[in-house]
């Protein structure tokens, strides 16, 4: 699932903060999602960094066959999604972040296991 920080993603995007299900840029073909010590490490169109300090917010959405965890900047309109297929690699990514990255309510109930 996890090896050295790299999150498996089945595709990353870049999307407007507000519209979660909107992007205008997409990669499938070599996606990146690392979170390292400090910072997450992702490849949507470059490979880019961003420090934890700077996430505004973490949410989640997901449909059929795609869990999507969706990274909001404080100095951004513009958001990173990283879809990584599942509920439960969707709460491993997110057990990996610091205490100090805000989650939205969606975020913090996919941590939960689901009820009996």
């Known amino acids: 699932m996890m090896r050295n920080g790299e999150l498996r993603v089945l595709a990353t995007f870049i ?3 507000g519209l979660p299900w909107v ?3 997409s990669n499938s073909l070599n996606p990146v999602f690392r979170l390292e010590s400090g910072q997450l490490v992702f490849r949507v169109l470059r490979l880019r960094q961003r420090p ?3 996430v505004r917010e973490v949410d989640v959405r997901s449909t059929h066959g795609t869990f999507n ?3 909001t900047f404080r100095d951004a309109r513009l958001t990173f999604v990283g ?3 599942t ?3 969707g709460a491993a990514a997110l057990a990996r972040l610091p205490a100090s990255v805000p ?3 969606r975020a ?3 941590l939960q296991p689901p009820p009996a």
């Open 15 to 17: 999307g407007w903060r």
């Open 23 to 25: 992007a205008l840029a």
């Open 52 to 54: 934890h300090a700077e």
């Open 69 to 71: 965890l969706i990274f």
């Open 83 to 85: 879809n990584v297929g």
């Open 87 to 89: 509920a439960a690699r």
């Open 103 to 105: 989650l939205s309510e």
């Open 108 to 110: 913090r109930a996919a």
